[in-house]
């Protein structure tokens, strides 16, 4: 685990708004018809729309969580879902714990 990326993903306060609303997607997120956010994950115009950022933008921001594993993504057609990845937040948290 890169802690030096993961602390470069998290440094931006938008990245850490989409990691901490995933945890409950579906009181941040308008839903997506046909697709439950819980077991699929959202797409980026979702976060576009709930960050007020451009599509663009939105997906930067959810490729770096997902580069470094904070999420994990899905790709059903023409869409990619992204979830958080509960187990590597938790393991990023035992991490810090453990160095300080």
């Not at 729309?49 to 599509?55: C, D, E, F, I, T």
């Not at 959810?62 to 904070?70: E, K, N």
């Not at 994990?72 to 948290?93: E, L, M, P, W």
Request: hydrophobic letters at 40%; one cysteine or more; glycine letters at 4%.
């Amino acid at each position: 685990m890169d802690l030096t990326a993961i602390f470069a993903a998290l440094a931006n306060p938008k990245r850490r708004r989409i990691l901490a609303s995933l945890r409950e997607p579906e009181r941040h997120y308008q839903p997506n018809p046909g697709i439950d956010m819980r077991e699929m994950g959202v797409c980026v115009s979702q976060v576009s729309a709930h960050l007020g950022v451009s599509a663009a933008t939105a997906s930067q921001f959810l490729a770096q969580l997902r580069d470094v594993g904070l999420l994990t993504s899905q790709r059903i057609g023409k869409f990619t879902y992204y979830q958080r990845n509960d187990q590597q937040v938790q393991a990023v948290a035992d991490a810090v714990q453990s160095s300080i």
